[in-house]
């Protein structure tokens, strides 16, 4: 296999908008210009989003200054301390999040001992759910491909079940779906602690990501 390298992080924030919306149900991203993508969601307190390239923090920040609906949310490419002076008082920054990515191989899923893992296939989007012996829910998550790329999304462990491997276990099973489609890349988007873990899984950062909500 060829040595890794992350990709251009607009490609990836492309991807990882475009299989945001395969694996919510919506509609899919309009382009913006050249600087990213507006998704309509449509749910109570997130109404839309803006995902926004890292780059052209002034268009950003033109982009901030004419929003006036609440609920509504951007998702940019930069870290806090290059956005955070630059927003209206009225948006609301959240804790960081971590654009990753990761070269996609099969490899043997790690299950741990009395859980099992079935995925159904919705179109381009996959979920993952994990139960035990009892047929309890353990853990889940969703996937979707998006050209050569496959965008994870909600990886949840219940809190009764977390510390045996599941997440490891779902990310897995993912990914070999995603292979087996020919996706050959994966995306997602992380808080600090999913950052942590997808570290040990071998993802590598791309780009930190500033959230913040209109309020």
Request: glycine share 8%; charged share 15%.
């Amino acid at each position: 296999m060829s040595q890794f390298s992350i990709p251009d992080q607009n490609q990836l924030l492309s991807a990882w908008a475009h299989g945001w919306t395969i694996s919510r149900g919506t509609d899919a991203p309009i382009p913006l210009a050249d600087f990213g993508y507006r998704i309509q969601v449509g749910l109570p307190g997130h109404l839309e989003r803006y995902v926004l390239q890292g780059h052209v923090l002034t268009a950003v920040q033109r982009l901030a200054q004419e929003i006036d609906t609440p609920d509504t949310w951007l998702k940019i490419c930069a870290p806090h301390s290059s956005v955070a002076g630059l927003l209206p008082e009225r948006w609301q920054v959240k804790a960081p999040e971590y654009l990753m990515s990761k070269e996609l191989s099969h490899t043997t899923v790690s299950m741990p001992d009395s859980y099992s893992i079935g995925l159904t296939v919705d179109g381009n989007a996959v979920t993952a759910r994990a139960c035990n012996k009892d047929g309890q829910h353990a853990a889940t998550g969703r996937m979707a491909i998006h050209g050569k790329h496959a965008v994870f999304d909600q990886i949840v462990t219940e809190p009764a079940h977390r510390r045996r491997g599941l997440a490891n276990a779902i990310m897995q099973s993912l990914g070999n779906h995603a292979v087996g489609q020919q996706a050959e890349q994966g995306v997602l988007v992380a808080t600090a602690e999913g950052r942590a873990l997808y570290t040990t899984l071998g993802w590598l950062l791309a780009s930190d990501i500033t959230a913040a909500v209109l309020v």
